[in-house]
């Protein structure tokens, strides 16, 4: 009898886990409806302001997948490399909390929503205390200059290895786009200096800026964001390599930024639709996260007026609502 209970609670359970999981199939089926429904051109236009952006072909379009066991599943153009963009906040607030802790970031930086454009300087006046969101321009810069280091280049090594660790692959620097937007960043430096002049800024202005810079130059594949962002849904162990990152920690606490800055001014409606953590980047990335379940990332470079792909948002969702990845919704 103990055995035929044992038996039945195991059946139980593994029914319960079962339906707690979405199956691959179902996921390729949904991929494959969101990428029939917005292939063809859905407004917006590339970034212009950093002149790169500009040329890159409006109508690349890609949906990559990561799942916690390490599966990618991938649709479109999801091989072709792109800007990161403001997608690599994240990965500097993950270095510098990993570096720093959790409370040093809430206290130098800010964690609090700003509710405005991603290059806001309006938001550093409004804020009495100069704390400013990671996730946002002034922000990220201030979390760019507070990863410690001796130098520039050992903070990039840094950078690069947490990058690398986090995509499971080392990333190329766009050397073009890099240069394009060095050439044009005037107004992210007087952003920085003003974070400076309220003693809200860590390491060498000019240093900073330029690494933030670079790191906005790393060139990543749809695949590569799915797997970056996967780790983060995977309690900060690569889905990929198995290697951890970050401490499992602080997953949540970068996950809360993304779901109140992740797209800007834009966020509030993001999250009134799909209830998940999400960021955008000017390439036209944008990658969400389902804590424990998976990743999604898309890649469309026409953008709307706050920045963010008009495309990736519509596919992913379309995905949230047809996989039930809304956090908010009772399971
Ligand atoms: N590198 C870009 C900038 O600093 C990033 C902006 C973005 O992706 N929203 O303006």
New binding site residues.
């Given amino acids: 009898m103990k055995k035929i209970n044992g038996v039945i609670i195991l059946l139980l359970l593994s029914v319960v886990t079962f339906a707690q999981q979405i199956s691959e199939k179902r996921i390729r089926e949904v991929m494959k409806e969101a990428y029939n429904k917005y292939k063809a051109p859905q407004g917006g236009a590339n970034a212009n302001?950093?002149p790169y952006l500009a040329d890159v072909n409006s109508n690349l379009y890609g949906i990559a997948v990561c799942l916690p066991n390490g599966k990618v599943l991938e649709l479109g153009d999801t091989k072709y490399e792109f800007g990161i963009?403001?997608?690599s906040k994240v990965f500097v607030l993950a270095l510098a909390m990993q570096e720093r802790g959790q409370k040093a970031i809430e206290d130098s930086i800010g964690v609090n929503a700003t509710g405005m454009p991603?290059?806001s300087v309006l938001a550093i006046e409004l804020e009495p205390a100069r704390a400013v969101n990671p996730l946002v321009?002034a922000g990220a810069m201030a979390t760019n200059s507070f990863v410690p280091a001796a130098s520039g280049a050992e903070k990039w090594t840094k950078i690069d290895n947490i990058f690398a660790k986090f995509a499971g692959r080392r990333l190329p620097v766009i050397e073009k786009l890099y240069a394009s937007?060095t050439a044009t960043?005037q107004h992210?430096r007087a952003i920085a200096w003003l974070l400076y002049s309220y003693g809200r800024f860590y390491d060498n202005v000019d240093v900073s800026v330029d690494l933030?810079?670079k790191a906005?130059s790393y060139g990543t594949t749809a695949r590569d964001l799915a797997v970056m962002a996967g780790t983060l849904a995977n309690r900060g162990v690569n889905p990929l390599t198995r290697e951890k990152v970050i401490n499992s920690e602080y997953c949540p606490k970068i996950l809360a930024t993304m779901l109140t800055e992740g797209l800007?001014d834009e966020t509030g409606d993001w999250i009134y639709h799909t209830g998940i953590p999400g960021k955008?980047?000017?390439?036209g990335g944008v990658i969400a996260v389902s804590p424990g379940k998976m990743a999604i990332a898309v890649f469309s470079p026409p953008l709307d007026k706050s920045?963010n792909s008009i495309k990736a948002m519509y596919t992913i969702k379309y995905m949230v609502d047809k996989l039930g990845l809304n956090l908010l919704e009772a399971k």
């Fill in positions: 302001y950093i963009e403001s997608i991603f290059n321009n937007e960043n992210n933030y810079t906005c800007y955008s980047g000017v390439g920045g």
